[in-house]
């Protein structure tokens, strides 16, 4: 698997005689990143400084790009085809991991976040907004797109539509617990555990009353989560015939009810959620599930937000920032999946610090 055959299919936005190699100027920007490079002075910076490194592998015929060459090609490469080869990487490089070639069986997470500091001059509460796929076995990122409009439950089912979902299952918050999301997840062969609230009317109403009086049969805790004890209960139970029909709802063929009772010090605080489901799953299995999906705040925003300080980026004009926050969840990836026993943070540093550290983990895309 070598990254170059995966991110040749971009199109190359610059003039027939531009002097660097697009392959290696997002080569150089990768391992950038994954040593802490935060905006394209940073790469220009690490390219300079790693030159004699990078030319062992890199041919570099007109030297290091600047840092203009790193922004103007940020601005202007096509977001969608460097997702779309992205994703088309992931999948592979996650094949790799687990051995099995698809996601089944798998959680996949879908989440919208935004880039508080990437907005355009005098748009500050309009900033970025990105939907991410994140497989919740593996703690890959799978695919990226950006909400637009910053609508993120467009933003979510047009990156649904791009992922392949054969018999995976996918959860998703509230916002997206709705036919639109649940018809496009099935049209991709794949089932769903989407959450449900009051703004669904008549299905919410209707599956509160239909649990109303079924008792828990599974229970997960006690847990310490963020210095507070947590036990989660889970009741489970098959729709009445038709329903799928008379809500409109595709593939509708249970419902759960959780039950999460939170202590902190002497505080004690109960929340019940309710879920819809398009298989009957074990009171386990919804738990299992449920807990999996918080995986995409935990192992994927907040990391991005203080170890890569995502919400700080400045990067903004055109389709810079988009792209660069990819190169991140790509760096993210690829820590993740290295079997070193210490935190983000300190791959990152190790990286930057140990250059056989870090031709190691390239040699991962390899």
Not at 46 to 64: D, Q, V
Not at 130 to 143: P, Q, S
Not at 311 to 319: H, V, Y
Request: one cysteine or more; glycine letters at 8%.
């Amino acid at each position: 698997m070598d990254f170059g055959s995966f991110f040749a299919s971009v199109p190359n936005p610059r003039a027939a005689n531009a002097r660097h190699d697009l392959c290696e100027v997002l080569l150089i920007s990768f391992a950038a990143v994954l040593c802490g490079a935060e905006n394209c002075q940073d790469m220009a910076d690490f390219g300079e400084a790693k030159e004699s490194s990078l030319r062992k592998f890199l041919r570099l015929r007109h030297g290091i790009p600047s840092h203009d060459t790193f922004s103007r090609i940020f601005r202007v490469l096509d977001p969608v085809a460097f997702e779309t080869a992205f994703r088309r990487f992931m999948a592979a490089f996650a094949a790799r991991l687990s051995g099995v070639v698809g996601m089944a069986g798998q959680v996949i997470a879908i989440d919208g976040k935004s880039l508080s500091g990437a907005f355009e001059a005098g748009a500050r509460a309009t900033p970025l907004h990105l939907v991410t796929a994140w497989g919740a076995g593996n703690r890959l990122v799978l695919g990226q797109c950006r909400a637009p409009g910053r609508n993120e439950i467009k933003g979510a089912l047009e990156l649904v539509a791009m992922l392949d979902l054969e018999d995976a299952t996918v959860t998703a918050d509230a916002l997206h617990g709705n036919r639109k999301m649940a018809k496009a997840i099935r049209e991709r062969d794949g089932h769903y555990v989407l959450a449900l609230k009051g703004n669904r009317g008549p299905l919410y109403h209707e599956t509160v009353k239909l649990l109303e009086n079924v008792a828990a049969d599974t229970i997960d805790g006690p847990q310490l989560e963020h210095g507070r004890i947590e036990t989660r209960q889970a009741a489970v139970l098959a729709v009445p015939d038709g329903w799928d029909q008379k809500f409109k709802f595709n593939g509708l063929a249970a419902v759960a009810r959780v039950d999460a009772v939170r202590r902190l010090a002497n505080a004690e605080e109960c929340q019940t959620r309710y879920f819809v489901l398009s298989r009957m799953l074990p009171a386990a299995d919804v738990l299992a599930t449920v807990r999996a999906h918080w995986g995409i705040e935990n192992s994927q925003h907040w990391v991005l937000d203080v170890v890569f300080n995502e919400d700080l980026a400045r990067s903004r004009k055109d389709n810079a920032a988009q792209n660069i926050a990819l190169l991140r969840r790509l760096a993210l990836n690829l820590l993740q999946s290295d079997g070193l026993k210490v935190s983000i943070r300190r791959k990152i540093k190790r990286a930057g610090w140990v250059e056989d550290y870090l031709f190691t983990l390239l040699a991962q895309m390899r």
